[in-house]
């Protein structure tokens, strides 16, 4: 399954002024981070961010005897930066951006101020029916931040065969809640889709989506800032 997520990612000068500081912290041969800049325009650039990991991998084999190997990895990053929100976009990220946000900081001088947008699933899911002019089905979702009696705190996992939305409805009336992650299934040019939203500005989907129906999964995203604003 392929993976975006988005980030707020604001800084001064232009895009060509950000992309020769990625150039000056190449990643080579010799290095241990770095960046290859693969296109820039006026209005974005397109990146990709690697690092150097070296460790040890031990192995036993059937007779007790431990085999210790000397491994190698290569962590990427592929990222799009802009100057409108959401302005950096990760693609197929690892969970740990650590390296790769210390990297985008030491690259701009400390001048990039790097944040995560949490989104209101709700108004993402607006927003897409909005452009598709029809409902979108949540098939599954995962519900927290739901306020029992006594100070306690619950998460719910719901699925349904239609929409989940009646049965949290039903389940938990008189409590508020928010949606964590959603698994949403909408048609589109006479094909089913689907894809699963999470509250992190992360968006998972297949291999087989068409760009025109994730460009509307993106542009939906992007209207979220006015509504949350």
């Known amino acids: 399954m392929n993976r975006i997520r988005w980030m707020r ?33 006026d209005d974005y650039l397109e990146a990709r961010y690697f690092e150097r990991v070296s460790f040890q991998q031990s192995v036993t084999d059937p007779f007790g005897n431990v085999f210790v190997m000397d491994r190698l990895e290569f962590r990427e990053v592929d990222f799009t930066l802009t100057k409108a929100f959401p302005e950096l976009e990760l693609r197929m990220a690892p969970r740990a951006l650590r390296g790769f946000s210390s990297a985008l900081l030491k690259a701009s001088d400390f001048t990039m101020e790097l944040e995560q947008h949490p989104v209101k699933l709700s108004k993402w899911v ?3 029916e909005r452009q598709l002019h029809s409902k979108v089905s949540i098939g599954s979702a995962i519900a927290s931040g739901i306020e029992l009696e006594g100070g306690a705190r619950a998460k719910i996992s719901i699925q349904s065969p239609n929409d989940v939305r009646p049965g949290l409805a039903q389940l938990i009336p008189k409590h508020p809640f928010e949606l964590e992650t959603i698994e949403i299934e909408f048609e589109y040019d006479r094909a089913r889709h689907k ?20 460009s509307i999964l993106r542009s939906s995203f992007e209207a979220t800032r006015a509504a949350k604003e």
Not at 28 to 40: I, M, P, Y
């Open 195 to 214: 894809a699963v939203l999470s509250t992190d500005s992360t968006l998972r989907y297949g291999t087989k989506m068409p760009d025109d129906v994730l």
């Open 9 to 41: 990612a604001r800084f001064p000068g232009s895009i060509r002024r950000i992309a020769r500081q990625f150039q000056a912290s190449s990643f080579t041969n010799e290095s241990e981070q770095g960046f290859v800049v693969d296109r820039v325009r």
């Open 126 to 128: 607006a927003g897409i």
